[in-house]
């Protein structure tokens, strides 16, 4: 299991190692030979991560159970604890893309018209509200686990 995550880490360090070298000597960096570098080291790098994946849940599933030490949390719960979160996170990337180009046409149109400060105020806060609804429907599906 060590060898895999020492290949993705090699593989990692490759693409940053690529990468700046490619930033700092761009003329240099049209070499011949670094598109199918950089594409067998991704490639290298995704089989070592689906490999430890399967071979990570197979040594978890094989597991012997562990002694109850206190509370014991089973598959079940783990699932209902990562539903619980998604709403507060899809929410959140949302509620971000929204906030963006709000934000943007808010600083320019307040470049124009800063009488209207209250207005774009209440543009953000509504896009702000959708994170705010994620949250409320993650702490109420965390009270029915």
Do not use: C, H
Not at 34 to 44: A, D, E, R, W, Y
């Amino acid at each position: 299991m060590y060898w895999l995550i020492a290949v993705m880490t090699l593989g990692l360090a490759g693409l940053i190692i690529t990468g700046v070298i490619m930033e700092m000597q761009p003329a240099k960096a049209a070499r011949p030979w670094f598109k199918p570098t950089i594409g067998i080291n991704l490639v290298v790098f995704v089989a070592a991560q689906a490999t430890l994946i399967f071979m990570g849940v197979g040594e978890v599933m094989a597991a012997p159970a562990v002694a109850e030490a206190g509370g014991e949390i089973s598959i079940g719960l783990g699932l209902g604890i990562i539903g619980v979160g998604i709403p507060t996170a899809l929410s959140t990337i949302g509620a971000g893309i929204a906030v963006g180009p709000i934000g943007a046409a808010s600083l320019a149109v307040l470049a124009e018209k800063p009488e209207i400060f209250g207005r774009t105020l209440i543009y953000l806060g509504l896009a702000e509200g959708i994170a705010i609804y994620g949250l409320v429907m993650s702490i109420l599906l965390l009270d029915k686990i």
